[in-house]
């Protein structure tokens, strides 16, 4: 089985910064896309950025320019670097990877569990 864990969420002020970082563990051949999304209260969830095996990434336009996606493929994490955090960025982020788990396999998508970041104004 392939398992998510999430760290770094928390409770910041408006302007400030939070790192998220995404751990996958288990039997893991390779990596193909990762990705964070977040869910607001009563809203839907939205792709805040995502990035490729190639390290093409893409964002959200509301956080392009504050948000940063990273990947380490020998490490099996993704991260999200958040810069000048708004009160709107208030959600439950989650990890999101593309894995193929054995060279036979086809991929399937992995869903960490949550992390709450919460931004006060």
């Known amino acids: 089985q392939v398992q998510l864990v999430e760290s770094g969420g928390g409770s910041v002020q408006a302007g400030g910064s939070l790192r998220l970082s995404c751990a996958a563990s288990?039997?893991?051949?390779?990596?193909?896309?990762m990705a964070w999304y977040r869910q607001a209260p009563g809203n839907e969830r939205d792709l805040v950025a995502i990035?490729?095996?190639?390290?093409?990434?893409d964002y959200l336009a509301s956080v392009k320019g504050r948000f940063t996606i990273s990947r380490e493929n020998a490490k099996n994490t993704v991260s999200l670097q958040m810069n000048n955090l708004k009160p709107d960025d208030t959600a439950v982020y989650y990890c999101?990877?593309?894995?193929?788990?054995?060279?036979?396999?086809?991929?399937?998508?992995?869903w960490g569990q949550g992390t709450q970041v919460t931004v006060s104004s």
């Open positions: 288990g039997t893991i051949f390779s990596f193909d896309t």
């Open positions: 990035i490729s095996s190639d390290g093409s990434t």
């Open positions: 999101v990877v593309n894995i193929k788990r054995r060279w036979s396999d086809p991929s399937s998508i992995y």
